[in-house]
């Protein structure tokens, strides 16, 4: 059956970017399914509590999903460093920003290969680039760089199935987490993703893309 319009997935919809996602995607036709904590959602999900992962894979099957956007992250417990560290935070950022994505990817990959479009993306940082490391925020910049190879072998396991998986940097973003004083739009931050994700061949499944379109070094 013909798709009669593209659909999104965005996982933490109902703050921040993935709000803004949701919104602008909406406003361009596109059917959304957003994806937010809580029991009253339409679409209850907290990505460490693999039987929510299940159920949302099961009330899904079937239905092809263009762009499985793997939004919802934490930044943890503010201001761990050498010295320190809180190690039971430190678990908790890894749970959400690391193996939650692993679990709802492998739970809707099948739905994301039935799709159009056939696009995994996955809300990283430039915390996460180890070449660009400053050794700050330590915690959430290790999870982000285990995210970035997670989408890196991903994106060899699902080649050959026409799958695009890429991790993309929202750049500093006046949001929740990255505060008042931070230098980008919401709306712009989300304006430039789409963008890139709307320009995505397959040569640049596994790369590392900016807002602005351009790569990040690992």
């Known amino acids: 059956m013909k798709q009669t319009m593209p659909t999104v997935l965005i996982t933490g ?27 009253k959602a339409e679409y209850p999900l907290d990505v460490t509590k693999r039987d929510q992962v299940a159920q949302l894979a099961a009330k899904l099957k079937g239905a092809p999903i263009d762009v499985l956007f793997c939004n919802a992250g934490i930044i943890g417990k503010r201001g761990m460093a050498l010295g ?24 809707l990959v099948e739905n994301v290969a039935a799709s159009e479009r056939k696009v995994i993306a996955v809300m990283s940082s430039r915390l996460g680039s180890i070449t660009e490391s400053s050794g700050v925020t330590l915690p959430y910049a290790t999870s982000k760089a285990a995210l970035n190879l997670l ?9 050959s199935r026409g799958i695009v998986v890429v991790a ?10 990255g505060g008042a004083g931070a230098p980008l739009s919401p709306q712009s931050s989300v304006g430039g993703l789409r963008k890139v994700i709307a320009g995505l061949k397959p040569s640049d499944s596994g790369k590392f893309f900016s807002h602005d379109g351009s790569t990040i070094p690992w």
């Open 13 to 39: 919809a109902s703050r921040g970017l993935g709000r803004e996602l949701a919104r602008q995607y909406a406003e361009d036709g596109w059917r959304i399914i957003g994806t937010e904590r809580g029991a």
């Open 84 to 107: 320190s560290f809180d190690y039971d935070a430190w678990e908790e950022v890894l749970r959400v920003n690391l193996l939650g994505v692993a679990s709802v990817i492998e739970a």
């Open 151 to 159: 989408a890196k072998g991903l994106a060899a396991t699902l080649a």
């Open 168 to 177: 993309l940097s929202p750049g500093w973003v006046r949001t929740d987490m």
